[in-house]
């Protein structure tokens, strides 16, 4: 199996309420994540927008998670984000085939 590294965007907003997602509910998305892939790297959150297929748009704080997975453990990952953040799409993305992950 041959790892990437990935990059997947998690909500900040709940979307069937709209209140901000706490980070003790991060935190067990984050623990899902390492058990899967063995470790992300969670970057500062940027603006998104996004239009859903029936036209409707979304704009919202989008955070950018960097995972070193193969493409079943990141489609476990998205399924997983799917699920537990209760999300219409999730997006992620390889950003590299070439990963050096070297151990001392």
Partial sequence: ???G???ILVPT???SNGKPIRTRFH???DKKVREISGGLTIMQPAR??????DGKLFMERM???RVLASCHQISEIVKFTIDYYNQIAV???KISDEVILKYR
């Avoid at 998104?48 to 297929?53: F, I, L, N, R, Y």
């Fill in 13 to 15: 907003i709940h979307s």
């Fill in 27 to 29: 935190k067990v998305w």
């Fill in 63 to 65: 955070i950018p998670v």
């Fill in 1 to 3: 199996m041959t790892n």
């Fill in 48 to 53: 998104g927008q996004w239009v859903a297929p």
């Fill in 91 to 93: 997006l992620a993305y």
């Fill in 5 to 7: 590294l990935w990059e």
